[in-house]
């Protein structure tokens, strides 16, 4: 009896042995299989930096999409907060003059201004950001429901908070707004999200470029390559193109975009004022690290992104930095 009870006792050993060994070797496996998978899985993306689909630029993350409409009548400069934008749309007005529809969304100053009226043009341009918060001071009669209903986070100057007059100027070009109290009021604002912009290294070619200028009837606008800067400096109507923070108004990236320029359906002080279309095809000109580029673009609908090109078909890419788009009637 002796010798049985023995020999159950070292059979139940020897499994017990058997099964921790196996579960040692399984759990090496699994453990092995796993730790070869998960940094092959995960390391890409640790190691892949965010970059801005604006600019370019490395992002800690992609934050909501404030556009603001600012006025740039000798009187409203120099601006403040544009230094900042991703992109700089210049559009024209009435009387042969232009504003800006500045976009921010990687940096955001703590003021924006002048802000001033929205025209019907800014509403198509801002439909391929999804739904972003649109700051302006008005719009006019007719116009102004219509700018509210769009697809926007409404941020008008005349129902939200964070908007105050700024001394040392005279109305209407003394409005300013408080980016923080405007992203508190834009909740369910889009996402920064790819509209049609690449970056990279300059292509093959282009026109060295020292300068070049484009005016509107009673604006102009000359960017001055800085090889020191490594971007753009800006002169509007033959001055330098100042900033309340300090800086020169500048860009890593110019585009002089030709497209159908035509009248809106809005009075504005008794007159049509020019719309400038952003669907459609035409003609580019890219300014980048002090060449001019020939470039086509295309947007072929209001709800995506505007793609640019080199006369091969390929992408025209942007130098990283901010961007200005100047919209221009086609020659």
Same mark, same amino acid.
């Given at each position: !009896?002796? #010798?049985?009870?023995?020999?159950?006792?070292?059979?139940?050993?020897?499994? #017990? =042995?058997? =099964?921790?060994?196996?579960?040692? =070797?399984?759990?090496?496996?699994?453990?092995?299989?796993?730790? #070869?998978?998960? +940094?092959?899985?995960?390391? *890409?993306? #640790?190691?892949?930096?965010?970059?801005?689909?604006?600019?370019?630029?490395p992002v800690r993350s992609l934050?909501?999409?404030?556009?603001v409409k600012i006025d740039n009548i000798v009187y409203a400069r120099p601006q403040t907060g544009l230094t900042s934008a991703d992109i700089v749309y210049v559009l024209p007005v009435e009387g042969g003059l232009s504003r800006f529809l500045a976009v921010f969304s990687s940096h955001l +100053?703590?003021?924006?201004? &002048?802000?001033?009226?929205?025209? $019907? %043009? %800014?509403? $198509?341009?801002?439909?391929?950001?999804?739904? +972003?918060?649109?700051?302006?001071?008005?719009?006019? +009669?007719?116009?102004? &429901?219509?700018?509210?209903?769009?697809?926007?986070? %409404?941020?008008y100057s005349g129902l939200v908070s964070g908007y105050y007059r700024g001394p040392g100027r005279?109305?209407?070009?003394?409005?300013?707004?408080?980016?923080?109290?405007?992203?508190?009021?834009?909740?369910?604002?889009?996402? @920064?999200?790819? =509209?049609?912009?690449?970056?990279?290294?300059?292509?093959?070619?282009?026109?060295?470029? &020292?300068s070049m200028t484009v005016s509107y009837s009673s604006a102009s606008f000359t960017f001055r390559w800085s090889a020191p800067a490594g971007r753009w400096l800006v002169w509007m109507d033959g001055r330098r193109a100042a900033s309340t923070e300090g800086p020169q108004l500048s860009a890593a990236t110019v585009v002089i975009q030709y497209t159908t320029v035509r009248t809106s359906r809005f009075l504005e002080q008794g007159r049509r004022p020019p719309y400038a279309e952003t669907t459609g095809s035409g003609t580019a000109v890219v300014l980048r690290n002090g060449r001019a580029f020939q470039a086509r673009w295309s947007r072929p609908s209001a709800d995506g992104g505007t793609a640019f090109t080199t006369?091969?078909?390929? *992408? !025209?890419?942007? @130098?990283?930095?901010?961007?200005?788009?100047?919209? !221009? @009637?086609?020659?």
């Open positions: !009896m002796l #010798a049985r009870w023995l020999n159950q006792k070292a059979l139940v050993a020897v499994a #017990a =042995i058997v =099964i921790a060994t196996a579960g040692t =070797i399984l759990g090496l496996v699994l453990t092995g299989n796993s730790g #070869a998978s998960t +940094p092959a899985r995960h390391a *890409p993306a #640790a190691g892949r930096q965010l970059l801005s689909p604006f600019t370019g630029e934050g909501p999409v404030l556009a +100053p703590p003021v924006i201004g &002048p802000v001033r009226s929205a025209r $019907e %043009d %800014d509403l $198509e341009l801002l439909r391929q950001f999804g739904r +972003p918060a649109f700051a302006f001071s008005g719009a006019q +009669p007719q116009l102004l &429901p219509v700018v509210e209903h769009s697809r926007i986070i %409404d941020l005279i109305a209407p070009y003394n409005l300013f707004a408080r980016t923080a109290a405007l992203l508190a009021e834009a909740k369910g604002a889009s996402r @920064a999200h790819s =509209i049609g912009f690449t970056f990279g290294p300059a292509p093959a070619g282009g026109r060295v470029t &020292p006369g091969s078909g390929q *992408p !025209m890419p942007f @130098a990283p930095g901010q961007v200005w788009i100047v919209l !221009m @009637a086609r020659p």
